[in-house]
């Protein structure tokens, strides 16, 4: 294949029909993920629970997250991963459902496990899927844009759950967006979603032939990955596992409790703070595509990392010291910690991706990803655990705070080298 068909694709239908698709899907998943945030309220009142309960509700989500997060990944590429992802889809709209049916505490915690076993194979599985259609040349902005669906999500999420909730109760939350899945998600993916190109009708001869042609060539001089347990040896990866797990508790828990946090500093109704909530995810939005443009650029991803955290840390800390003193001050510092708790990511696995031998990338990227986003179980139980101890936010802020911190400083021990050919994008991402 000559230089110039590689350097020169033929059509551009992949762009428009897949990535909107995977995009909507996965907005949707992270939206009944997260939702719980607003609804903590209402749950500690009708259960009769702690704040280290409602903690705990919203985070054994990412036990179950871990389990199909490698085993998805597999069934997608030696199975279908359209086939795959649709079953995952009514399994995780049927869990969120539940959420609103629960009778009890015990019953709210087995749906939230089992919402995050559904959409714990989702990710890797659309990874897969678009390795299927973006040649190595391609995929870094296939996935760059799909990634967007994070901060987008909670843009989305953090109005209309607030909405939900001042217009009627917790459990209308859970069956309103527990019924996106079935009415939105669902119907577009079986229409649209192919597994390859040959699958696709709208995919036309030439670019289908551009596709396969471009993949046969990533692969042509691809080692052959090696046995699994060589990750497990790496003492890189457990500083990378243990640095996404740092930011995991500090991210998910002021993701979770951010919502109580700005009811308590506005003293508004949920609808007012659903509308105030999503101001930080713009400013995260910009913040990232910031901070990895630069990182590119300069190429210390490292520094990155514990720059975007640093900021995130510090800002969380202004911002509850401030507090009602100065709302408004105290809201833009609410922004910039939850921008630099989201920031780091690109950069972050940018240097996790040239860290290993492109043959285990693969491998470690699923391990950093299952075990990391444990943290995001622990943040924040331990968030609510701290409330009800002190009774206020500060402890909170404080553990979070210190979580991210102490995530970038550890990142700065990891040496990222420049000089590894042909790396492929991780098929391992978080959860955000």
């Known amino acids: 294949m000559s230089t110039t068909a590689s350097a020169a694709p033929i059509g551009k239908s992949r762009w428009f029909r897949l990535i909107p698709i995977a995009m909507i899907v996965y907005i949707i998943s992270f939206m009944d993920r997260t939702n719980i945030a607003y609804a903590f309220a209402g749950i500690g009142h009708d ?30 590429e030696h199975w279908s991963a359209k086939k795959f992802v649709a079953v995952m889809i009514v399994f995780w709209g049927l869990m969120a459902l539940a959420c609103g049916f629960a009778e009890n505490f015990t019953q709210l915690v087995i749906a939230r496990f089992f919402l995050g076993v559904a959409e714990g194979g989702i990710w890797p599985a659309t990874l897969v899927l678009l390795s299927h259609w973006f040649p190595v040349q391609e995929r870094a902005r296939a996935y760059g844009f799909w990634i967007a669906n994070l901060a987008i999500s909670s843009i989305i ?125 713009i400013a995260a939005a910009i913040m990232l595509w910031t901070n990895g443009w630069l990182a590119d650029r300069n190429r210390r991803y490292s520094w990155h990392v514990c720059l975007s955290l640093t900021i995130s840390a510090i800002s969380l800390i202004l911002s509850v010291m401030i507090g009602e003193t100065m709302i408004i001050l105290s809201i833009v510092f609410l922004c910039l910690a939850v921008g630099g708790a989201m920031a780091y990511d690109g950069p972050f696995w940018a240097a996790a991706s040239r860290t290993l ?76």
């Open 157 to 281: 999420t953090q109005p209309l759950s607030g909405f939900i909730v001042a217009g009627s109760d917790w459990r209308t939350l859970f069956f309103v967006e527990g019924a996106l899945p079935f009415i939105i998600a669902l119907p577009l993916w079986l229409l649209f979603i192919k597994d390859r190109p040959e699958d696709a009708s709208w995919c036309l001869q030439p670019e289908r032939d551009y596709i396969n042609r471009s993949i046969a060539q990533d692969r042509i001089n691809e080692p052959a990955p090696g046995p699994f347990s060589t990750i497990f040896k790496s003492a890189t990866v457990w500083r990378l596992v243990a640095v996404y797990f740092l930011v995991q508790v500090g991210f998910y828990g002021l993701n979770m409790w951010m919502p109580t946090l700005l009811k308590n500093l506005t003293h508004d109704g949920f609808g007012a703070v659903g509308l105030i909530a999503a101001l930080p995810y």
């Open 47 to 76: 259960f009769h629970i702690t704040k280290a309960d409602e903690g705990t509700a919203g985070g054994i989500f990412f036990v179950g997250y871990v389990l199909l997060q490698i085993p998805g990944g597999w069934l997608a």
């Open 357 to 432: 031998p492109v043959a285990l990338v693969g491998g470690a990227m699923g391990l950093i990803n299952a075990l990391g986003n444990l943290g995001g179980y622990l943040g924040p139980f331990l968030g609510g655990y701290l409330q009800d101890v002190t009774g206020n936010f500060y402890a909170t802020a404080i553990l979070f705070a210190v979580s991210l911190f102490a995530a970038g400083v550890l990142m700065l021990t990891v040496v990222v080298r420049d000089v590894i050919p042909a790396m492929r994008m991780p098929l391992g991402r978080p959860a955000e």
